[in-house]
């Protein structure tokens, strides 16, 4: 009787450990993807909260019975950070013309939120952060190894669309209202480096969580300049110009990917980082702004 | 709660509760407590004083406190008033009113921080104005942050001060009216004291809910320690680099709502 219990109980969790809760992160980027997906998530186990367990079996089960027999191997899920959003999309649709049964599924968001799913356990088979420290933080958590650096990005003074204040560089910030990111994320640490190799004393209105909520800052007019990436000012399309400076050289953010260790198809996963590394997906990440590693 | 009298409470404990609704809000109650349940178990409880004395931490939480403590009063001052305008005033388009007041309960708070910075930004109707005329800039300070919660947080005390108005026996008002009192008088000495407990539990919501403010304040205010950066906005900072800072930033948050809130509660509310 009891065992009997147990062993449903057991079923109903490994059934709701398949329940895609990541994947509603997850960004499908096909028609089909959205089906597809939740078959990928279902063959593949991962430990989940066995809270949710009684919660979610009934809806795991009907989800899980129409596809269950897919094939698990051409879907690859890949999580990147937000400033790659373009790149990466580009660079999975010429890699899915290339490899027609294959399925890039991207997840996009800030690097460390990324880095803290994955480390909690969602499922995905490639990352690629927009620096080393937050790769770092999942090399160590054992959730992924040998990360390569594909690309680099640079800092840039955006300032509105025909420079009204005559900006040339960063001292000529002091005494002007001035968005950059906080230190806690990528582009923040950068600008930091960034200001204390120039020496200008400057002192910024607001820091703000990443670089997109730094660069709106600028689009509403409510700043006179912000630091941010090359990538992303390039991606405002001439609403704003970039001011390139020197001592961006001083705090270049090196881009890795890596494998993940839970990946579900590690074959196709190693080879779409393969294809980033190639000229085709370099020469994508090099009109997007993105400089070679 | 409020049982007067010695037979009402023993009526009330023999009552038993249905199971049709033991159930559901048992249910409910998992729901609510489990996610705090599980950052009490993720928080490193030794790191917990090193962090209690962190400048950074003791700054944010000290913004925190006092720019909700400064929107509750500012919604206070206003909100009642616009309260008794929707409860008792005789006008048309009331209901339009009514409408557009609670307009911040289901404006995404980014929106809210957004249209705050089209009239009070550098650009803005009044920002411009405000600049041109006395060379403040409102964004990216201290009262950007008071009035990004007092914009999401009065709808609350507008709403709950309107329906104790709406309950409150009119009666007491036309007898006071009818001594001689005032109209004012009438207010501040027979309307107030019987609305006083939906009032008070107005501002309580109120305070609770310009404390965890995040949306408005990001966008309107801006980030900066010290001067717009509150509790919730330094966790969120938290979150990117440091999970287990992130938990107990938290746990300080929660802990000091839960005690203010309560002792407000056991004090002055009556009303459930």
Known sequence: MSTAAAR???????????????????????????????????????????????????????????????????????FAAASLTKAFTLIA????????????VLNFGGS???????????????????????????????????????????????VPEGNPEGITGLHDLVG????VCAEEV???????????????????????????????????????????????????????????????????????????????????????????????????????????? | MSTGNALSAKRVRRR?????????????????????????????????PARLAEPEMLAALRLSLLTATAATALSLLFGVPIAWLLARGEFPGRSVLRALVTVPLVLPPVVGGVALLLVFGRNGIVGSWLYERFDITIPFSTTAVVLAMTFVSMPFL???????????????????????????????HVTLPMVAPGVLAGAVLCWARALGEFGATITFAGNFPGRTQTMPLA????????LEAAIVLSLILLAVSVIVLASLRERWTAAP
């Open chain 1, 176 to 179: 002007l209202l001035v968005a």
């Open chain 2, 158 to 188: 507008v709403v709950s001060v309107e329906g104790a108005l709406r309950g409150a026996d009119l009666r007491f008002e036309e007898a006071a009216a009818t001594l001689g009192a005032g109209r004012w008088t009438v207010f501040t």
């Open chain 1, 8 to 78: 449903i109980t057991a079923a109903l969790a490994r059934t709701a450990s398949r329940l895609p809760l990541a994947a509603a992160l997850i960004t499908p980027r096909r028609s089909r993807g959205a089906a597809s997906t939740r078959a990928r998530r279902c063959a593949a186990t991962r430990p989940l909260a066995a809270a949710v367990a009684l919660a979610t079996a009934l809806l795991a089960l009907t989800a899980c019975a129409p596809d269950a027999e897919e094939d698990a191997d051409n879907t690859v899920t890949v």
């Open chain 1, 186 to 293: 990528p582009c923040g640490a950068a600008a930091r480096t960034a200001i204390e190799a120039s020496g200008a004393s400057i002192t910024p209105s607001t820091y703000e969580p990443d670089v997109k909520a730094t660069l709106a800052k600028l689009a509403i007019n409510q700043v006179d300049a912000a630091l941010v990436y090359r990538t992303d000012a390039m991606a405002a399309h001439g609403a704003v110009d970039a001011v390139e400076f020197p001592e961006s050289d001083s705090a270049v953010n090196a881009y890795p990917i890596a494998l993940l260790d839970e990946a579900t198809s590690p074959n196709l996963a190693a080879e779409f980082i393969a294809h980033v590394q190639s000229d085709a997906g370099q020469a994508v990440l090099e009109a997007e702004g993105f400089q070679r590693p």
């Open chain 1, 93 to 104: 649709d010429q890699f899915e013309e290339e490899h027609p049964r294959a399925g890039i």
């Open chain 2, 235 to 242: 966790v969120y900072l938290a979150l990117q680099s440091d």
């Open chain 1, 112 to 158: 460390s939120t990324l880095a803290t799913q994955i480390t909690e356990g969602a499922p995905g088979d490639v990352f690629a952060a927009a620096d080393e420290t937050t790769m770092a933080g999942v090399v160590d958590a054992g959730a992924a190894a040998d990360p390569e650096t594909f690309a680099r990005n640079q800092l840039v003074i955006a």
């Open chain 2, 16 to 48: 038993r509760v249905p199971a049709a609704l033991l159930a559901p809000a048992v249910i409910g109650l998992a729901f609510l407590i489990l996610p705090l349940a599980g950052l009490l178990a993720r928080a490193p409880w030794t790191e917990l």
